[in-house]
């Protein structure tokens, strides 16, 4: 196989990891194709929780600040009984927390983060992103792989990655 690092990188999935995977191939250096089934990029679903070691993450991405302006840093983290609705315990999540752990403890709407990974990909040369492209087959060789979608349009890359929520 020729060096599987001059050809794409197929990821199948353009929700959250997708967009994050393809964003991380393309800092070191490698292009993606991000097929998604659905007809355009877009999340559903509720909040997230943002633990500090998603942060290292976005470090790595260059996205903390867009993520950090969207983003809600709660002052305590607090556990209540199901039943009576008494507070059970409370993990303070200031200062002190984000010195610990190196970056803080975050919420934020999935809507939210999505269209921040979606933005990131949309400005890098090196990620193409395909709507509407549904995986019929995949084939993979020694060459590396090959996927056909239900519309009938091939891609070919040295990878794929699952990111399809199943």
Same mark, same amino acid.
């Given at each position: 196989? !020729?060096?599987?690092? +001059?050809?794409?990188?197929?990821?199948?999935?353009?929700?959250?990891?997708?967009?994050?995977?393809?964003?991380?191939?393309? /800092?070191?250096?490698?292009?993606?194709?991000?097929?998604?089934?659905?007809?355009? $990029?877009?999340?559903?679903?509720?909040?997230?929780?943002?633990?500090?070691?998603?942060?290292?993450?976005?470090?790595?991405?260059?996205?903390?600040? #867009?993520?950090?302006?969207?983003?809600?840093?709660?002052?305590?983290?607090?556990?209540?009984?199901?039943?009576?609705?008494?507070?059970?315990? /409370?993990? #303070?999540?200031?200062?002190? $927390? !984000?010195?610990?752990?190196?970056? #803080?403890?975050?919420?934020?709407?999935?809507? +939210?983060?999505?269209?921040?990974?979606?933005?990131?990909?949309?400005?890098?040369?090196?990620?193409?992103?395909?709507?509407?492209?549904?995986?019929?087959?995949?084939?993979?060789?020694?060459?590396?792989?090959?996927?056909?979608?239900?519309?009938?349009?091939?891609?070919?890359?040295?990878?794929?990655?699952?990111?399809?929520?199943?």
């Amino acid at each position: 196989m !020729s060096d599987w690092q +001059d050809r794409d990188v197929i990821i199948v999935g353009g929700g959250i990891g997708g967009l994050a995977a393809a964003l991380a191939l393309a /800092r070191a250096g490698i292009a993606a194709q991000v097929i998604e089934q659905a007809s355009e $990029f877009k999340e559903i679903g509720a909040g997230i929780q943002l633990g500090p070691n998603v942060f290292w993450m976005f470090e790595a991405l260059g996205l903390v600040a #867009p993520i950090s302006a969207l983003a809600v840093f709660p002052n305590n983290m607090i556990m209540m009984d199901s039943i009576t609705g008494e507070e059970v315990t /409370r993990m #303070p999540l200031g200062e002190a $927390f !984000s010195k610990k752990f190196k970056h #803080p403890y975050a919420l934020i709407h999935r809507a +939210d983060l999505h269209k921040v990974l979606l933005d990131a990909c949309g400005k890098s040369d090196r990620i193409r992103l395909d709507a509407s492209q549904k995986v019929a087959a995949v084939e993979e060789t020694a060459d590396g792989v090959t996927v056909k979608t239900e519309s009938g349009k091939i891609y070919r890359g040295a990878a794929l990655i699952g990111a399809d929520g199943l």
